[in-house]
């Protein structure tokens, strides 16, 4: 996994083989199937794994808020963050999907284990609370993708350089959050101060991988 994370942090998906990953552990290209039945077995392991650290830090970010709503600011504000500063991180977890590679986390998950992972569970819980109601509610399930949609949008219009109106997404991110909140039930709603530098600091995977190679091909 490890190598194969390095490989895609380099290259990126498209100059990933199983090959290049027997050559990096000094195998035979086939070895690795030994643990993977295809490529694409591997990078969901690898989409789950980041997956994982995203969904840690929404917790870590969320974690110190004192009411519901301050929970939510620092969630929708620490997605914000790991986005920018985890690209490849991000893109790899919401991109790069064979549809036959995402078909099959969905008949093998389904939405039972979408709503066990770590960063949307902590979304439900969140909205549940500001409705005082059950995270299986169906308000509360429409609302949650709301919530993770206009992020993702935000956050996908930046990576990809397409903000070309104006104001940059440090300028937008406070007034969509607010705005968030309101959608997601508060009727306590005001301008937060909490400012991306409070957040816990952003510990990528692949980003981390591809800024180290980027070093050592400048030397």
Same mark, same amino acid.
């Given at each position: 996994?490890?190598?194969?994370?390095?490989?895609?942090?380099?290259?990126?998906?498209?100059?990933?083989?199983?090959?290049?990953?027997?050559?990096?552990?000094?195998?035979?290209?086939?070895?690795?199937?030994?643990?993977?039945?295809?490529?694409?077995?591997?990078?969901?392991?690898?989409?789950?794994?980041?997956?994982?650290?995203?969904?840690?830090?929404?917790?870590?970010?969320?974690?110190?808020?004192?009411?519901?709503?301050?929970?939510?600011?620092?969630?929708?504000?620490?997605?914000?963050?790991?986005?920018?500063?985890?690209?490849?991180?991000?893109?790899?977890?919401?991109?790069?999907?064979?549809?036959?590679?995402?078909?099959?986390?969905?008949?093998?998950?389904?939405?039972?284990?979408?709503?066990?992972?770590?960063?949307?569970?902590?979304?439900?819980?969140?909205?549940?609370?500001?409705?005082?109601?059950?995270?299986?509610?169906?308000?509360?399930?429409?609302?949650?993708?709301?919530?993770?949609?206009?992020?993702?949008?935000?956050?996908?219009?930046?990576?990809?350089?397409?903000?070309?109106?104006?104001?940059?997404?440090?300028?937008?991110?406070?007034?969509?959050?607010?705005?968030? /909140? +309101?959608?997601?039930? =508060?009727?306590? &709603?005001? #301008? @937060?101060?909490? $400012?991306?530098?409070?957040?816990?600091? /952003? +510990?990528?995977?692949? =980003?981390?991988? &591809?800024? #180290? @190679?980027?070093? $050592?091909?400048?030397?």
């Amino acid at each position: 996994m490890e190598a194969a994370v390095a490989i895609v942090a380099e290259s990126g998906l498209e100059g990933f083989s199983m090959r290049a990953l027997g050559q990096r552990l000094g195998t035979t290209q086939m070895m690795p199937y030994r643990h993977f039945a295809s490529k694409d077995a591997l990078f969901v392991e690898i989409k789950r794994l980041v997956f994982d650290r995203f969904g840690a830090y929404l917790d870590a970010c969320a974690s110190s808020g004192r009411t519901p709503e301050a929970r939510l600011r620092r969630h929708c504000l620490g997605y914000i963050k790991f986005g920018c500063e985890a690209p490849a991180d991000y893109q790899l977890i919401f991109g790069h999907w064979s549809r036959s590679a995402y078909q099959a986390v969905l008949a093998a998950d389904g939405v039972r284990s979408l709503n066990m992972t770590r960063g949307w569970s902590a979304a439900l819980d969140i909205v549940a609370e500001l409705r005082d109601t059950s995270r299986e509610d169906r308000d509360v399930i429409v609302t949650c993708h709301t919530v993770w949609g206009a992020l993702h949008g935000l956050v996908s219009l930046h990576l990809a350089r397409k903000l070309g109106f104006g104001p940059t997404i440090e300028e937008i991110a406070p007034s969509l959050i607010e705005n968030l /909140v +309101q959608i997601a039930g =508060s009727k306590r &709603a005001s #301008r @937060s101060s909490i $400012r991306a530098a409070d957040l816990p600091i /952003v +510990q990528p995977l692949l =980003s981390a991988n &591809a800024k #180290r @190679s980027r070093s $050592r091909s400048s030397r």
